[in-house]
């Protein structure tokens, strides 16, 4: 009998603790408040492609401590997709990690995770047909094959310098471009204007909108070098741009929800004069919130004998930390502008930058690409993959361009600047264009050895392209 009852009292002990150790678990545990995406939201995709980043979401409580070893739900709940299992459990750090396959449904896909009654999150992909997500209307061409863009500037000249190219969804579905008209030089007009493409390549002005979208302020002779970036977190378009004079480089900021309404631009960074020149702005990749590149061109600029590429980070995009100097260094040449995005589906940067030989002056003559995995240290190629003269619009400057890569990162579109000279009128002509190819093809090209063909050459007596130069 004794035995019996320490029997029965052992096991309720036993049970009793089981309980307990049941119940500080999920004390540990605690509640789920939230669930986060924290990688893999919004990317581009094609019909049955796996997207290139893993979705991850994190589970935390009403505190926003992270919640280990509790049980999400996964159900793809917009498109076609599918995920390999529709529940995991989250590890140390409260986060689970999943692929997700596209089906056939072109549009807007949505993966919901839930946990817990009540806590739930969303991450959205976008699937891609007949170049929604992609502009290219042409592939496998060679870097020649140029084609002038036509964009009607509110000044009527056509001559556009400074494209940037951004996609977009929902209200600002498609392909936003901002440039700066510049005819034969007048820097009285270079101020951003935008331009929209459902699809492919023909730009139009967008409903509502009435260019240029600024003008310089009182503390600016001048504006260029816009920037736009696509907020997956507000659903706005940024849009960054450079005014000079001078004193200083200040650059400012403006967003829009639709493309059309546009808020009051306002300053977010101030440095001396050609000390901020070319800014370009990354958003949304993995190594910091945001990131800001610049050209320092010290107080020469456009006469500047060499230039250094630095880099700024921002928790807000619109402040930033002080400059620090990267190793993007192109041998025997000085990079004037510069531009550079992430490549989601091949995990780097890219930066596209035109440059002079290093003790002449800003008159650009080829076009650089070199890649990175952090922003910070940086591999170049070795031979330009674009040279001036490639074209008679081109002959003399090759300017700021940028590029975009389809989803899968194999192919690539390139708008790019440039002008010849007409010594008769003593100005600079100056329009924008676009070219599409493989990835592997644009590589090669930069991978080419060095060589007398590979080494432009600028035609000798040209005049300084641009205002940023020495104080007059």
Same mark, same amino acid.
């Given at each position: 009998m004794v035995g019996s009852t320490r029997l029965l009292q052992s096991a309720a002990w036993c049970l009793l603790a089981a309980a307990c150790q049941g119940q500080n678990s999920a004390a540990a545990n605690g509640t789920p408040a939230a669930v986060t995406v924290i990688a893999g939201d919004v990317q581009l995709a094609e019909p049955h492609d796996t997207l290139p980043i893993p979705i991850r979401f994190r589970v935390t409580d009403s505190k926003g401590h992270p919640l280990p070893e509790v049980t999400v739900t996964l159900a793809v709940v917009l498109g076609d997709g599918q995920v390999p299992l529709s529940t995991l459990v989250t590890d140390d750090s409260g986060e689970v990690t999943t692929s997700w396959s596209m089906g056939t449904a072109s549009g807007v896909q949505e993966l919901q995770a839930t946990a817990g009654a009540t806590a739930s999150g969303a991450a959205t992909a976008r699937l891609c047909v007949a170049g929604e997500c992609y502009p290219a209307d042409r592939v496998d061409g060679p870097l020649s094959a140029i084609t002038p863009l036509t964009l009607v500037t509110y000044d009527g000249s056509e001559q556009a310098v400074h494209p940037d190219v951004v996609s977009g969804h929902g209200a600002l579905a498609g392909f936003w471009l901002v440039a700066t008209p510049y005819p034969n030089g007048n820097v009285d007009v270079e101020n951003p204007s935008v331009f929209h493409a459902p699809k492919g390549n023909t730009w139009t002005i967008p409903t509502g909108v009435k260019n240029p979208l600024a003008r310089p302020d009182q503390n600016a002779a001048y504006l260029s070098d816009p920037d736009v970036v696509y907020n997956t977190q507000d659903q706005r378009l940024w849009l960054y741009y450079r005014g000079a004079s001078n004193v200083s480089n200040l650059v400012y900021l403006m967003h829009s929800a639709d493309g059309s309404h546009w808020d009051t631009p306002s300053p977010v960074l101030s440095v001396p004069a050609h000390q901020a020149v070319s800014p370009t702005i990354v958003h949304g990749a993995p190594q910091a919130p945001w990131i800001m590149w610049t050209v320092n061109a010290g107080p020469l600029g456009c006469a500047a004998a060499n230039t250094t590429v630095e880099r700024r980070t921002s928790t807000d995009g619109s402040h930033w930390s002080a400059a620090s100097a990267v190793n993007l260094v192109q041998p025997g040449q000085a990079i004037w502008h510069i531009d550079v995005e992430w490549i989601p589906a091949r995990q780097e940067y890219w930066a596209i930058y035109n440059?002079?030989?290093? *003790?002449? =002056?800003? =008159? #650009?003559? !080829?076009?650089? /690409? !070199?890649? =990175?995995?952090? *922003? /910070? #240290?940086w591999t170049v190629g070795t031979s330009p993959i674009i040279r001036s003269g490639v074209t008679d619009d081109f002959q003399d400057i090759i300017y700021r361009a940028t590029l975009m890569a389809d989803p899968k990162g194999a192919r690539m579109t390139l708008w790019l600047s440039g002008a010849k000279y007409i010594p008769a009128a003593s100005v600079y002509v100056w329009r924008t264009a676009t070219v599409s190819t493989t990835t592997a093809n644009l590589l090669a090209i930069a991978a080419a050895p060095v060589s007398a063909l590979s080494t432009p050459t600028v035609r000798p007596g040209l005049p300084h392209p641009e205002p940023d130069g020495p104080p007059r």
């Open positions: 440059t002079y030989p290093i *003790g002449t =002056s800003c =008159s #650009t003559h !080829a076009l650089f /690409v !070199a890649q =990175s995995r952090d *922003g /910070v #240290t």
